[in-house]
C-alpha cells in the first residue's frame, strides 16, 4: 500500500508540474503573423517551429529559393523582433512582388500594425491577389523540400 501511494504522489506531482509548465507556456503571446489568410497564418506559426529547431536549414532554405544572402537571413534570425515566419513572409513576399527582400523588412519594420495584411497591401499584393496564390504555392514546395507533412 505504502508503494502505491508513493508512485500515486510522484504520479501527481509529475502532472500537477507539467500543469504548471504548460500553464506558463499559454501566457506567452501566441504568433499572429495577421496576412489576411489563416492558412499561410497557421503555416508562418509552423515555419517558426521547424527554424527553432533547424535554423540552419531555414537559412539555406530562404537564401537558396528566395534569392536572399545566406549573411543576411542569419543577420535576421539573430534580431528578436524577427521570427522565422516573420523571414519567411518578407523574402518570400518580395520574390511574388519582384522586390528585394530588404525593402519588405524595411516596410514590416516601418509599420506593421495591420500584420502582413497590411504591409502586403501596402506593396500592392493583397490578401487573395496573385501573390498571396502564389505564397501559398511557395510554401508547399518549401514543405516538399523539408519532408515536412503540410497542413490542410
Known sequence: MAR??????LTAALLLGHSAQT?????????????????????????NRYAARYP???AD????????PRDYVEAMQQQPAWTPGDIFMA?????RIAQPCRSVVREWSRDHTE???????RLQAKPGSAPYRELRKD????YARWARPLAK
Open 61 to 68: 532554405e530562404v537564401a537558396r529559393y528566395y534569392s536572399v
Open 4 to 9: 502505491f501511494l508513493s508512485r500515486l504522489l
Open 91 to 95: 523574402c518570400a513576399l518580395a520574390q
Open 56 to 58: 540552419r536549414s531555414f
Open 23 to 47: 500553464l506558463a507556456q499559454s501566457d506567452e503571446p501566441a504568433y499572429q503573423p495577421r496576412t489576411g489568410d489563416a492558412w499561410i497564418d497557421r503555416h508562418l506559426a509552423d515555419i
Open 115 to 121: 500584420g502582413w495584411s497590411g504591409v502586403a497591401t
Open 139 to 142: 510554401i508547399e514546395r518549401t
